[in-house]
């Protein structure tokens, strides 16, 4: 819902977000400080990044750094390197301030885009509450802040290229820059952001679309297309390097065609963390609606097809590891429920995408973070693994700046907080006992 400007509406948006983000820089110093240093962030970072990092500020930057380190290209460790030659640092510790610090300018960047989101949304504080909490309670980008890997710089780069498709916007030389910059940046830092340089292309076409074809001329057409062509162009330059998207030592993440195991988890995740966002969507239409029951078939439909097609249980050989969906499998195995999660999940996962698809027909328009997120996701149905890290804070991006527009009832609105702030918690807890 908008803010539509009263003062005392404004001065409590500034507060709300000044509160929020107070308190993530104080959890971030507060980890760095206290936590004992386990966990993925940390072991990610130690073992992988920093060790390519200070190759880079002892020997300089060239492709012999050691590739099986690392899935990506070295762009931020590039980075690091270079601020640290200009500081003369000898080297850079992966728990150290200096490696904080500088990791820092990503989170500020980071920080300053959600907060940028808002204030194109034009959001009332409760309203921004439902956009700031879930993209802030992922333990993701906090732990690399905290413990330096791409995942926060990827995220900042992700969150950036969504403000310049918000509305309003136009597309000229500036924005296509812009645009096609952080491109080529996020695809530096992770291969699987190429597929985002067509955002701004799909979002143009879905817009003419929806005005019966009008509605942009050529030159905005070209200037759309424009970061495709910086997403092709970084392509080919990977595959000059090392032949394929991926160092020869990462061959093996490559799916062998579609992984479609992928998307059914992105489904099950979304139904497992994002599930309040079922109860704003549906109430759009009326619980007990025509509508929401005919969404509801359609998810028990999608379900049953996912479960009767997709081997769906935890098997880190085949790539179904690393996430909340696959580990939780674990301790309802010997109950025999596992199944019953995974389908519960999906359920709710598929009851949420459809009814955002339903919320978008109705009202004749597709908003830019769903096609963000429907390119992004297509990148990673070409992966072999099917990991949270890679799109949990991505997809609550996505839920939350979408149903931050939404009316919603009080209960509703307190179900999202409640469960979004025990999930942050979690997070938090999670990093001081690793």
Wanted: proline share 6%; aromatic share 14%; glycine share 10%.
């Amino acid at each position: 819902m908008k803010n539509e400007g009263h003062p005392t509406s404004r001065a409590r948006s500034v507060f709300a977000v000044a509160g929020f983000l107070l308190t993530y820089v104080l959890i971030v110093f507060s980890l760095h400080g206290f936590s004992t240093g386990g966990g993925w962030a940390a072991q990610d970072s130690r073992f992988a990044h920093f060790p390519i990092i200070n190759y880079f500020i002892q020997n300089g930057f060239d492709l012999g750094y050691p590739p099986d380190r690392i899935a990506m290209f070295p762009g931020m460790h590039a980075v690091f390197a270079l601020v640290a030659i200009l500081f003369r640092l000898p080297e850079l510790r992966f728990d150290g301030i200096s490696a904080l610090l500088i990791q820092s300018v990503f989170g500020v960047f980071f920080l300053s885009g959600v907060i940028r989101i808002a204030s194109k949304l034009r959001l009332e504080p409760g309203s921004a509450t439902v956009l700031y909490l879930p993209v802030f309670s992922s333990s993701y980008p906090l732990f690399s802040w905290v413990w330096p890997t791409t995942d926060l710089g990827s995220l900042a780069f992700y969150v950036w290229m969504l403000v310049l498709l918000i509305p309003p916007r136009r597309w000229n030389a500036s924005s296509a820059g812009a645009y096609s910059l952080l491109t080529a940046l996020s695809l530096l830092f992770r291969q699987s952001n190429a597929l985002l340089g067509a955002a701004p292309l799909a979002d143009l076409l879905v817009r003419r679309w929806r005005r019966g074809g009008g509605g942009a001329g050529l030159s905005v057409l070209a200037w759309a297309t424009f970061p495709l062509l910086v997403a092709g162009l970084g392509a080919i330059l990977l595959l000059s390097i090392w032949g394929a998207l991926v160092p020869p030592g990462f061959a093996g993440m490559s799916a062998v065609g579609p992984n479609l195991v992928a998307g059914a988890h992105i489904l099950a995740l979304t139904g497992l963390i994002g599930w309040p966002f079922a109860l704003v969507l549906l109430g759009q239409f009326g619980f007990a609606s025509r509508t929401s029951l005919i969404v509801g078939l359609a998810g028990l439909a999608t379900t049953v097809l996912c479960v009767a097609t997709m081997p769906l249980n935890f098997d880190p050989a085949s790539g179904r590891f690393g996430s909340i969906v696959w580990t939780l499998q674990g301790p309802l195995s010997a109950l025999h429920f596992e199944i019953v999660l995974v389908s519960l999940s999906i359920f709710v996962g598929s009851l949420i995408v459809i009814a955002m698809g339903v919320d978008c027909y109705r009202k004749k328009s597709i908003y830019p973070e769903i096609v963000m997120f429907f390119m992004f996701s297509v990148s990673l149905i070409a992966q072999r693994y099917s990991w949270q890290r890679y799109v949990e804070p991505q997809l609550l991006l996505t839920l939350g700046v979408y149903c931050s527009r939404l009316p919603m009832i009080r209960i509703v609105l307190w179900i999202v907080i409640v469960w979004f702030a025990l999930y942050g918690t979690l997070s938090i807890f999670k990093g001081f006992m690793m």
